[in-house]
């Protein structure tokens, strides 16, 4: 920017500043933003006071884009507003440029369209605000949209605020909390919120609207701007849509008009000009409105010319927003996120409670999906194919089908007999050019077998799906684009929470306001603003990882992170071995000590909650062996805690006990260390005996228990114990046992004593990939639901999760490690954090606080276990992640830039 030009901002500034301190502010006690109407010493009223009527007379006068003589008008200074089209935005501003270049004054701009520019900033539509039910982000949406209008020198940007009952994409009565939040977030951002009244009914919803902080308002008649003047809550400027050949002009500015849109601004000018010459058409009356039109354009960022750089006839100016300036990567980035979260939020279904959707679970046969878009765009579906295959459980097949309008009849067919063959039928209706889903894709719906459950998901209007038969779930995205595609699929997979409702109702299927509630189920990958943390964290876990590999902390590892229900990293790093295969997410580890908590601990707190375990009964009542020498006083609580007095292991190799029996046998005959209960001490002994008691209970060997009571019904296929004696090249191999087995151990516990018992035991052996344990993760950091089971309630977690206060140098709760002391969850993790490590170089941590989860595997023991730089390198990453957290759980828009959300907006919408 020149340094004339960085004047002229500074002086418009200071301008602007002065004349807000002097203006009479709107009847709007909420407003945050003072009005701009002027005192006739305000500047934009001196400057209308020096102007030929001629010139006022320009700045009443509005136009669209495409009308007939407009670049010759708008120099010659006959319109003060262009309503524009949207465009790219290198033609928009190449249009801007040549406007302001030539206009005596500056011109306004004003677009219809909620996305101005093709390639510009894309924000939430208004269904979606509507169907979110939340102020906060159409708030936030208003203050996105102002940012990328100011960027590109608009005033007033598309609201589709629509005032008349029944008329407006908001729902059937205008004026609701989400209008005006959107109307403040617009007023914050400086620039004009502006509605359309198309007749009487929409004057209630305007006063509304007023109170919100309306600056603007278009009558769709000259008739209805005496309505508007005669209400006392509104203050702001009045536009009126008069004729093609400006008939009506002169009756809406002797009415109070401030302005008028005509088609054609050389006859409206005209009109206007030659009332004023046979005195139909009051001066001051024009006077007033053009200093009106000044005054908003000032406020807005349009600066007036000082008087020592106007012209003969009082004209000139500048302009203040830099029409060389596109909008930022910042700005395209942050209100893709704002857009897309509105989308998520907006999803809405309509289905009988605990119906068909999500479709989650390892369960479940075929998905098929059918495309029903008559566009010409054979791509256009494909965001929502992709992303529901993408979304669905690995077990369940997805494909699809995309029917045209030109599509031949025998694809058509076709799709019927797939659709017949699969378990769920998804139909994914784009509407025509009218709104409406085709009479051809009608019919197709109509053809297709009620036994077979569909699903039916609407782009756009829900109200396309009028008259079909009720499907077993109705789903509206209220929008075609492709956050909207991805926020359907999401919602179908469970992968995010479903809470919105319908704007409008639709016959036959729904009524307004309907809409059920489901949480989230499965984890989405996702940026890590999407879940409230620094746009660098994922690259900041990337440099921990990448300077521990420097470092020869291990060969290779795999990081999941995941917060809100986002997962926000999943990578493997290094290699299995130093020169060898890449690691993958879905590399299987050996977890050691975390097979404590995710198979040991979780299969008993199932079955806690199922009445099966006590945990204050002797192991003795469930394991009569572990009955002499005092331990029948042991209690399973004593065993969690690691307070059971056994002694913490044994190698029970270097004494020739080489089996499962010879090794119980010694645990049951030996003796205690210290009276059970009087200090916490970490033991594999009690995670093994543990185990015994749970499968005592059940009867089933704890692989197959682990499998039926945790692994699958979270789909973690990939995890469980591992057969001694066979190696599997695909594992991260730790470390070359010369002691005792003579072999590298791939695919093969490391833990002798576990080794001892088969592989299997309740303290370690387990194998899972970073894949699966992000699974485990995300259901322990989302309550204990997740993938369409309830695997713990909340108070069994904090239950287990509590910390059990005993002398001792190892914080513990009830199986899981807590974050007191000196932990390997690093300085950010929260007080109610609970983890675990594995000997191997494995952990998991989990803050329920944040709702926000780390899992780290890594073989650190290849090729020796005299490495123990992995210490180092487990809190560093629990630090990456924590300490950049920059909102509380589930408000990650707070931090996107279009903030602060004032205090008095409601949480949820009034219905």
Known sequence: MSFLVKVAVAIGLAWAALWSSTTVPVTA????????????????????DTLSLDAAIGQLIAAPDDAPGLDAAVRAGRVGRVVVSPRSTEAHLRRLRAWQASAPLPVALETEAERPTFDGPTTAAARQLAASGRPDLAFMTGKARAQAARGLGIQTPGTALVLAAGASDFGP??????????VRGLREGRVLPSARLLDETGLDALDALASAGLMEVHVASPALVTEVKQRNGYNGLVVAEVGRLGEGAVAAIEDGADQIVSASPRAAYDSLARALRMGTLDAQRVRDASRRVLAAKVWSGLELAPPSRRGADGTGGGLQIDPWRTPSAS?????????????????????????????????GGPVFTVLLDPSADAERGLYFANALADGLSPDRPASY??????????????????AGDADVVVLAAFPDTDGELSARHRAFVRALNDRTPAVLVAFGDARLAAGLRRPEAFVVAHDRSATAQMAAAQAIAGQIEVAGSLPHGVAGLAAAGDGVRYRQQALRSGAPEEAGLDAEAAARVDAVMERALRSGAFPGGAVAVGRDGVLLRLRGYGQLTRGGAPTTPDTPYDLASLTKVVGTTAAAMRLVEDGRLDLDAPVADYLPRFRPLGKQYVTVRQLLSHSAGQRPWYPFYAHGLLDRRAALDFIYADTLQYPPGTRSRYSDFDMIVLGEVLQSITGEPIDRLFDEAVFEPLGMRSTGFRPVGVRDPDAAPTERDDVWRGRTLQGEVHDEAASVFDGVAGHAGLFSTASDMARFAFTLANGGEGYGTRLFRRTTIDEFTERVRLRSTYPTGLGWMVNHGDTSAGDEFGPRSFGHTGFTGTSIWIDPDQNLFVVLLTNRVNPSRRNTRIREVRPALADAVAGAVRTPPGEAAQAWGFGPVPADLPRVARR
């Open 29 to 48: 006690p909420r407003a945050t933003v003072p009005a701009p109407w002027t005192r006739a010493e305000s500047p934009a009223a001196r400057v209308a």
């Open 173 to 182: 009565t205008p004026g609701g909390d989400v209008e005006q939040a959107l």
């Open 331 to 363: 700005l395209l980035h942050r209100s893709d996120l704002l857009a897309a979260e509105v989308a998520r939020r907006s999803v809405t279904v309509i289905q009988r409670e605990q119906g068909l959707l999500p479709l989650v679970g390892p369960a």
């Open 401 to 418: 089908a995309r029917l045209g309008l030109g599509t031949e009849p025998a694809r058509y067919a076709d799709a019927l007999d797939a």
